[in-house]
């Protein structure tokens, strides 16, 4: 097992759109996510790796190999999480909730409800209004 080098940075996020940029031994890859009417779509340098269809239910965690040989073996194996769900009621945005990008080592990128620090509880009452309510003090 060899110690690679990963970078991960969230390009793009909006209801039907991600796009994550990864540097992988100094090689670069796009990570693509699509929302259409009827299907959705991981694509990895352009090309098709999964797609989920129907209207409800769809497949949100995908499961990718980046750098295998032709027989699939090797390779950096990676866990592909987004909540498609607008967490705005508002309106005021067109955001996707929370996407994450993992690999065995940790999490490379997460935003939104699928970020790690969501689930830290507040240190004091200040932080806990800040985060359930977007006040500042």
Known sequence: MQNRQIQAELVRLTIRAIDIKLVIDGDMHILQWRR???RDEVLVDGRRQHQT???FGKEKMFGLVFGADENGQGGERMLFTVDPEDGD???MTDRASGVRLE???GV???HGSLDPRNYE???NFNEFIRKH????W
């Open 36 to 38: 259409r009417f009827l």
């Open 53 to 55: 269809v129907g209207l």
């Open 89 to 91: 009621w508002s309106g």
């Open 103 to 105: 690999n065995a080592g």
């Open 108 to 110: 490379l990128t997460a």
């Open 121 to 123: 509880k507040p240190q």
């Open 133 to 136: 309510f977007g006040m500042e």
